[in-house]
């Protein structure tokens, strides 16, 4: 009865843990959620108002499925024009990353064509590309990215529809990649004339240090599909996110997107393109960096003080994400229930392995919860872990 894709398929876990959220007393370090209470609720009202004002008719009609023209144009500008002479065509507006995504697999995957992941990589990503059939090969990938002499092997070997990567604060482990790796992947992609997909929505949230050249500008444009989105540095109830990269391709990704949704919703880009005018975007960024380092620090300093010598962690320079890895005997499947039991929760780091591996390993999300609920919730996980024999 169903599509023969449907097979393959199975519900994310994390939506599922996310249904248990809402229980009380719940301390949430599962889902990627942003800090409601930092949203702008009162300059969006605002934003909102003037748009009504400004385009009232114009922002509640059918638009076109590239997205608005001003709102293209401003983020051509942001995405530096000096080197990769960008202009509104390099541009479309997409209802989330997650619907770039969706849409990359549309245009590029036919049954059992190869795409290649990082390993451990972002589980909405699997999720896409699954449903689409593609094999997806994880490559093996260090504190620095995915591993280039592995890369170049399977390179040598086939070549995939597309590379998918994270070098900003990676879901789920948030590491970066160092300039140095950066420009080999660029250069490396560029020479086997492979497309690269560069998932970025967490670079504008760097807590420390200066930020690197994406993938995008060092490879200046070509090869390239930049993807980054609104959801984490305004809100993800509006789901406008954008793609970058060469015009004719971004072409066949709005003629799959006109079968899908026809367009992003109008309002929505009306009142972030009225946002980013107001002035107040970078300021709002400010104000959620610092709010999220504070939780960065707080979740730090209750790892060190809750979890076993046994355990290790990434420290996160941005982003919203630590990555724990347990003894290689650990379950943390199991752990996950007790402490679901007591009222905390985490992603088993399973989920985002292609290859289901990574039984001992779990990410935590540090921004949606305020510091002390960080504290309370890391004693509680600490106490589970006699679940793990530790
Ligand atoms: C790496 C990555 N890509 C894409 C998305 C989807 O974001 P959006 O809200 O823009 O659809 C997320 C959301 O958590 C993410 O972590």
């Not at 290649?116 to 593609?134: H, I, V």
Request: with cysteine; aromatic share 8%.
């Amino acid at each position: 009865m169903y599509a023969e894709r449907m097979g393959t398929i199975k519900n994310s876990a994390i939506r599922d843990i996310l249904k248990l959220m809402s229980r009380p007393g719940m301390i949430s370090f599962a889902g990627g959620l942003p800090a409601p209470e930092l949203f702008p609720v009162k300059e969006i009202a605002a934003c909102a108002d003037a748009v009504l004002r400004k385009n009232g008719p114009a922002a509640l009609q059918y638009s076109v499925t590239e997205g608005i023209a001003p709102l293209r144009e401003k983020i051509a500008a942001m995405l530096d024009p000096g080197r990769t002479r960008l202009s509104a065509e390099n541009v479309i507006i997409t209802q989330g990353s997650q619907q770039a995504l969706d849409l990359l697999s549309k245009v590029f995957i036919d049954k059992g064509s190869p795409v290649f992941t990082e390993n451990p990589t972002y589980l909405g990503a699997l999720q896409s590309f699954q449903l689409f059939q593609a094999k997806v090969t994880a490559i093996a990938s260090d504190s620095g990215g995915i591993d280039l002499a592995s890369l170049r092997k399977h390179l040598a070997r086939q070549k995939p529809r597309f590379v998918y990567v994270m070098p900003n604060f990676q879901n789920p482990t948030g590491l970066s990649y160092p300039l140095e790796r950066r420009k080999e992947l660029a250069k490396l992609v560029r020479d086997h004339d492979v497309v690269l997909v560069e998932d970025d929505p967490y670079g504008a949230l760097r807590f420390e240090g200066e930020g690197l050249p994406s993938l995008f500008e060092l490879a200046e444009g070509r090869n390239v599909v930049y993807l980054s989105s609104f959801s984490k540095t305004i809100a993800p109830g509006f789901r406008v996110a954008y793609a970058a990269g060469d015009a004719e391709l971004l072409k066949k990704l709005v003629i799959a997107k006109q079968g899908t949704d026809l367009q992003t919703n109008t309002f929505g880009q009306y009142i972030v393109n009225e946002y980013l005018e107001s002035g107040l975007y970078q300021n709002h960024i400010d104000l959620v960096i610092k709010t999220y380092r504070g939780r960065r620090d707080a979740m730090l300093r209750a790892l060190e003080r809750h979890l076993p010598g046994s355990a290790s962690w990434t420290k996160p320079g941005g982003g919203m994400f630590f990555w724990v890895r347990l003894p290689d005997d650990a379950d943390t499947g199991a752990l996950l229930k007790e402490c679901i039991t007591r009222n905390v929760a985490f992603v088993p780091g399973t989920e985002f392995f292609p290859d289901g591996s990574g039984k001992n390993t779990l990410r935590l999300n540090f921004t949606n919860a305020a510091e002390p609920d960080i504290e309370e919730g890391m004693q509680r996980i600490g106490k589970s872990l006699k679940v793990c024999g530790l």
